[in-house]
């Protein structure tokens, strides 16, 4: 069965850096886009980043654009979203979710999230 | 950017009420349009995609209606597992999600 096991979240400070990881079985990886989506502590879903089946083509919302950075590693089916200069506003549950096709924005698969807090 | 609009914030049912939830795009997104059911401490499950169309395994209590920028959910029996939170989802461009529906107990 498909399994998305997330991994990485922890207490940070502003200003840093953390690496999140999303171990994926259950599929074939490499023929899903994949996704994270994330939930700030007794808010809504927001919508992170998307890559590509292939990796290639990557997008990202507006508020980590340029500073979150969303990769994957189809020969160790692993999503990663390596998230730079982290502000209290990133404190959130962070989930992996599976793309229903290559080109799909809506998610048949979640993980069950890894908490990142951002705080001094 | 595509905002999405749901109404109410909170409902109040019974078990065995039919349950209307409803969500409006800020401009039209075809039937581009997923609902999802998050229980507390848990992450959201897929309900319906493409407006109407009910995921494999989720009870057929559960419909979803509307194209453009007009939809709705529909619970036709509420039953003691259906209290949770429901959000709608676009994905005409990118995605977004509306702020959510909290069904409780009346």
């Known amino acids: 069965q498909v399994q998305l096991v997330e991994s990485g979240g922890g207490v940070v400070q502003p200003g840093r850096s953390l690496r999140l990881s999303c171990a994926a079985s259950?599929?074939?990886?490499?023929?899903?886009?994949m996704h994270w989506v994330r939930q700030a502590p007794g808010k809504g879903l927001e919508w992170v980043a998307v890559i590509s089946l292939d990796g290639r083509n990557e997008y990202y919302a507006d508020s980590v654009k340029g500073r979150f950075t969303i990769s994957r590693d189809n020969s160790k089916n692993t999503l990663y979203l390596q998230m730079n200069s982290l502000r209290a506003e990133d404190t959130a549950v962070y989930y992996c979710a599976k793309g229903r096709g290559p080109l799909e924005y809506y998610f048949d698969y979640w993980g069950q999230g890894t908490l990142v807090t951002v705080s001094s | 950017d595509i905002q999405m609009t749901q109404s109410p914030s909170t409902l109040s049912a019974s078990v065995g009420d039919r349950v209307t939830i409803t969500c409006r795009a800020s401009?039209?997104?075809?039937?581009?349009l997923a609902w999802y059911q998050q229980r507390p401490g848990k992450a959201p499950k897929l309900l319906i995609y493409?407006?109407?169309s009910l995921e494999s395994g989720v009870p057929s209590r559960f419909s979803g209606s509307g194209s453009g920028t007009e939809f709705t959910l529909t619970i036709s029996s509420l039953q003691p597992d259906d209290f949770a939170t429901y959000y709608c989802q676009q994905y005409s461009s990118y995605s977004t999600f509306g702020q959510g529906t909290k069904v409780e107990i009346k």
């Open positions: 259950g599929f074939t990886f490499s023929s899903y886009g």
């Open positions: 401009q039209s997104i075809s039937t581009w």
């Open positions: 493409k407006a109407s």
